[in-house]
């Protein structure tokens, strides 16, 4: 036998042994029965686990004698019903007398410990609809979640949305594009064309970002002074465009390309087609979302060819200098 195969036996040894004990104990036939043997496990594994924590917050055992550091004592439970990855499951959480346990492992007022609010994030960021969304977690999970309570979650990353909308850019950015894509809001109940523009551009190491997201009620593109951010980006960084038409074949032919454009607008729109929004919100929760699914994308896929498109760009003294700053950073 290998060494390999001996080390992996050696080191499933204790989890065979439970396997084999829920086995015995719970004899599943069935996924299903699976399922319903885990649950029973986690109730009593969590709440060990809590009077663990009880204990270090208290300094002392359950039904230890003598003197005590502390006039706070243990106070019965509070029972509560909590969502896991395997459904909903019993759990009596420890208290104490004086109230100040802060239990970490299910902390208080929390009812769900399955990472839920992460994968809704994720649905939502691919375009499923709320009740989508909630029929999925049905029919994985076993418990229901309301359209309200998705809403709730994900109105969560509009902090995060208004930080990114804010943040300095740090970057140098070499290449700049505007591009808008129209969006239909239901607002005061009426229809009307939203027109959402976004900056693009790629840094020093040939990586395309998002720069910026702009959302208006205006139907036309030629209503640039109802964007002063978009208007912003575009006088501080024209000089660096501008130059662009200087350069060789090779930076042309990235500056020229819509496919960045293109491969966002695609994106947005792969999102967008479930209808009507009910406000601008749920809109920009959603591009933001989508956003963020892109970077990740786009992580580590520089430009063909940047390294000549680069060289060509450090032929100019001046655009040398500001990406030799960058890098030094």
Request: charged letters at 30%; a positive charge.
């Amino acid at each position: 036998m290998s060494t390999a195969l001996m080390a992996r036996k050696k080191k499933n040894t204790k989890g065979t042994e439970i396997a084999q004990a829920i086995m015995e104990h719970y004899q599943p036939k069935t996924k299903e029965d699976m399922q319903e043997a885990l649950k029973e496990i986690f109730g009593p594994m969590f709440e060990t686990m809590l009077q663990g924590e009880l204990k270090g917050h208290l300094g002392y055992e359950a039904g230890e004698h003598g003197y005590k550091d502390t006039d706070n004592r243990r106070n019965g439970y509070t029972s509560k019903h909590v969502k896991t990855s395997y459904g909903q499951i019993p759990v009596d959480v420890p208290r104490d007398r004086d109230g100040s346990f802060e239990p970490q492992l299910i902390p208080k007022r929390t009812r769900d410990v399955s990472g839920i609010e992460d994968k809704v994030i994720s649905m939502y960021a691919k375009g499923l609809s709320q009740r989508d969304i909630s029929d999925t977690i049905e029919d994985i999970y076993g418990f229901s979640i309301s359209h309200e309570t998705i809403s709730e979650i994900t109105d969560k990353v509009l902090d995060e949305l208004t930080e990114w909308q804010n943040r300095p850019l740090k970057k140098f950015y070499t290449f700049l594009f505007v591009d808008c894509m129209y969006v239909t809001i239901r607002k005061d109940y009426e229809t009307k064309n939203y027109a959402v523009y976004a900056i693009l551009g790629y840094d020093a190491n040939g990586i395309k970002d998002v720069l910026g997201l702009w959302l208006n009620e205006s139907e036309s593109k030629q209503t640039w002074s109802q964007y002063p951010g978009a208007i912003d980006v575009w006088e501080r960084n024209w000089g660096h465009v501008a130059q662009l038409f200087q350069y060789g074949s090779a930076v042309r032919r990235v500056m020229y390309t819509t496919n960045a454009i293109e491969s966002v607008n695609s994106s947005f729109r792969k999102v967008t087609r479930k209808g009507a929004f009910p406000h601008e919100n749920a809109l920009l929760k959603l591009l933001y979302l989508r956003v963020t699914e892109l970077y990740k994308k786009w992580k580590g896929r520089p430009v063909p060819n940047w390294a000549m498109v680069r060289n060509q760009l450090s032929m100019d003294p001046k655009m040398n200098t500001r990406m030799q700053k960058y890098e030094d950073i």
